[in-house]
C-alpha cells in the first residue's frame, strides 16, 4: 500500500467510528495494523472534501465488487471433496489454501523481534530457521539481529539450504510454541525457505552484520555464498536500474529520506538520480546535499534500506525491472 493508499484508509478507518474501524482492523496483518495505526497517529486536520472524496471512491470501488461466495475456503474445500474424493481432495487444498494460517506460527507475527528471538534464543538453528521463513521478511532479519553474529550465521546457512518444511520439524520448540503448533501433523510440507528467502533477510540486516554472515556461508559452501549474492539487490545496485525505472522510484520516495539515503552514496548513483530529476529539483536536492554536515552511518543505511524496500515493491508490483529492461517497447 503506497502513502496515498495509506492516507486514505486511515481517513476511511477514521470515519467509521471506534467498534466499526475495530472489526476492520481484525482482517489485517500486523504490518498493515502498524502502517495504518502509525498513519492515523500522524493525521492532525482533514478537510470535508477529502473526507467526502474518500468515501465516495470507496463506495464505486464497493459497488463494482460481487460476492459470488460468502466462505472461498469452503467452497474450494466443498468442490474438490465432491469432485475428487477426501483422500485426493486433502493433497490439494493445504497447498490452495496456504495463504492462510496453515503454519500455526500466526501469533508470532503481532510479537516484537526481541520477544521471538528470546523464544527462539536456544533453540537448534534449524527450528529457528523453520520458523523465521513463515515470517514477515523484515521481522526475520529484526529478530536476527537479537543473536550473536555464530547464531545468525547458522539460521540464514539453513534458510538458504530449506527446500520444505516438514510438520514434525517445528515440533521441538518450548511448551509455549508448541501449544501454538497443535494439529501441525496435518500440515503438508510448504515451499518455504531456500537462497532467495535468505537473501531477502540478509538484505534488511546492517552492512557490517551483512558481511559477517556471507562470509560465515562462504567458508561453509562458496558456491551456495555466490548464489545468495546474486540473488541479492543492495543499494549500490540500484544504478542498475534504467532512467524509467528511475523515475518511478522518485515519485515514490520522501524527499528526506532521498537526501540522507544519497549523502553516502557513490558519485555515480547521485548523478543517476539528479539526471532523473527536473534541472530546478537537481539543483535543489544538490544544495540539500552540500549543506547537511556529517550523518551517521546507520542513519544512511536506514534511509537507503527503505528505498530498497521501495525498489523491491515496485519489482513485485512489475512497475521496475531489477537490472534495468523497462524501457523495452511494447507490441
Do not use: C
Amino acid at each position: 500500500m503506497d502513502e496515498q493508499g495509506l492516507n486514505d484508509a486511515a481517513i476511511f478507518l477514521m470515519s467509521l467510528g471506534e467498534e466499526e474501524a475495530a472489526e476492520v482492523f481484525k482482517h489485517f496483518s500486523p504490518k498493515e495494523v502498524q502502517k495504518l495505526g502509525e498513519t492515523i497517529a500522524r493525521m492532525r486536520n482533514v478537510s470535508r472534501d477529502k473526507v467526502d472524496q474518500v468515501i465516495n471512491r470507496f463506495s464505486g470501488d464497493a459497488a463494482a465488487q460481487s460476492l459470488l461466495v460468502s466462505d472461498t475456503g469452503n467452497y474450494v474445500r466443498a468442490v474438490l471433496k465432491r469432485a475428487l474424493g477426501d483422500d485426493k481432495a486433502g493433497l490439494l487444498i493445504d497447498r490452495i489454501l496456504q495463504g492462510g494460517d496453515v503454519s500455526g506460527i500466526e501469533s508470532l507475527k503481532w510479537m516484537d523481534p526481541l520477544s521471538v528471538a528470546e523464544l527462539l534464543r536456544n533453540e537448534h538453528p534449524q527450528i529457528v530457521a523453520a520458523i523465521l521463513v513463515h515470517l514477515d521478511y523484515e521481522q526475520s532479519a529484526a529478530v536476527l539481529m537479537q543473536f550473536s553474529d555464530r547464531q545468525r550465521s547458522e539460521v540464514l546457512l539453513r534458510v538458504a539450504t530449506l527446500e520444505g518444511i516438514q510438520p514434525t520439524a517445528l515440533k521441538d520448540l518450548n511448551e509455549v510454541l508448541f501449544k501454538v503448533l497443535a494439529g501441525g501433523d496435518k500440515i503438508r510440507k510448504t515451499s518455504l525457505g531456500g537462497i532467495k528467502a535468505a537473501a531477502e533477510i540478509i538484505n534488511l540486516l546492517g552492512t557490517n552484520t551483512e558481511s559477517v554472515v556471507l562470509e560465515s556461508i562462504r567458508s561453509y559452501d562458496p558456491d551456495l555464498a555466490q548464489k545468495i549474492m546474486d540473488k541479492m539487490f543492495v543499494f549500490d545496485d540500484v544504478i542498475k536500474l534504467d532512467d524509467r525505472a528511475i523515475q518511478t522510484v522518485l515519485r515514490e520516495v520522501a524527499s528526506e529520506t532521498l537526501i540522507v539515503a544519497l549523502k553516502g552514496a557513490q558519485p555515480e548513483l547521485r548523478e543517476k538520480f539528479l539526471a532523473n530529476m527536473s534541472s530546478r529539483a537537481a539543483d535543489a536536492l544538490r544544495e540539500d546535499l552540500e549543506s547537511r554536515g556529517p550523518m551517521r552511518l546507520s542513519e544512511v543505511e536506514a534511509q537507503q534500506k527503505e528505498i530498497l524496500k521501495t525498489v523491491r515493491r515496485l519489482a513485485d508490483e512489475g512497475q521496475v525491472v531489477l537490472g534495468g529492461g523497462s524501457d523495452d517497447s511494447f507490441v
